[in-house]
């Protein structure tokens, strides 16, 4: 069992910037493979960012390329994601999740935390 928990949300204005922290306990946190999603009021739950265990593979959804950033420290068993030049459409609750396989967290991951929610004001 992983349990997650996001901090980091909060409103922000147009331009600027955030940083997630999602903070893992119970199960080795090195072996999983990580990922970030949000959800807009309305619309489907996206993933944004994905990392591999090794953190050397990443994913990026073409809307957040350049702006946003995921990267894990194994010895405080955290992932963030790193999140600039915001805009009103990245609105949304913001999900890390987690499982053993960058394609099993794109594909919606095992574990999940309770969200964060971000929102960015023009």
């Known amino acids: 069992q992983v349990q997650l928990v996001e901090s980091g949300g909060g409103l922000v204005q147009a331009g600027g910037s955030l940083r997630l922290s999602c903070a893992a306990s119970g199960r080795t946190f090195s072996g999983y493979a990580m990922g970030w999603f949000r959800q807009a009021p309305g619309k489907e739950r996206e993933c944004v960012a994905a990392?591999?265990?090794?953190?050397?593979?990443?994913y990026y959804e073409d809307s957040v390329k350049g702006r946003f950033t995921i990267s894990r420290d194994n010895a405080k068993n955290t992932v963030y994601l790193q999140m600039n030049s915001l805009k009103p459409e990245d609105t949304a609750v913001y999900y890390c999740?987690?499982?053993?396989?960058?394609?099993?967290?794109?594909?919606?991951?095992?574990?999940w935390g309770q969200g964060t929610q971000v929102t960015v004001s023009s």
């Open positions: 999740n987690a499982d053993l396989s960058t394609p099993r967290v794109r594909a919606g991951g095992k574990y």
């Open positions: 990392l591999s265990a090794s953190g050397t593979t990443t």
